[in-house]
């Protein structure tokens, strides 16, 4: 259903301002507008819980989810990068299971 594209950039990628030096964009292709909203829609609630530390920014377009990360140092990264990947999967994995039953 989907499919994620990882690419760590270095600081001072020409798409986002970065205040900070580690950065990571994360892309997933849910092949649907409406299944990438609904993920965005439940991921979206959860800020980070150091913003001061590490800073997260979704856009939603042809159905794919884009996640950019910046974080003052390596291991914040790293953590909200996973952190944001278990819920992804768990949001994931409940639309495969539950999404098309609750259409039709």
Aim: aromatic fraction near 10%; hydrophobic fraction near 45%.
């Amino acid at each position: 259903m989907a499919a994620a594209t990882v690419a760590s950039m270095p600081s001072g990628v020409p798409d986002y301002q970065s205040q900070w030096e580690f950065s990571c964009d994360f892309e997933v292709d849910f092949q649907s507008q409406e299944n990438a909203s609904i993920v965005y829609a439940a991921l979206a609630v959860d800020k980070e819980l150091q913003p001061d530390k590490v800073r997260r920014q979704m856009t939603v377009s042809d159905g794919k989810l884009s996640v950019h990360f910046e974080a003052a140092e390596a291991r914040f990264l790293r953590a909200s990068f996973s952190a944001f990947v278990d819920i992804l999967t768990l949001a994931t994995k409940t639309i495969e299971e539950f999404g098309q039953k609750m259409i039709s």
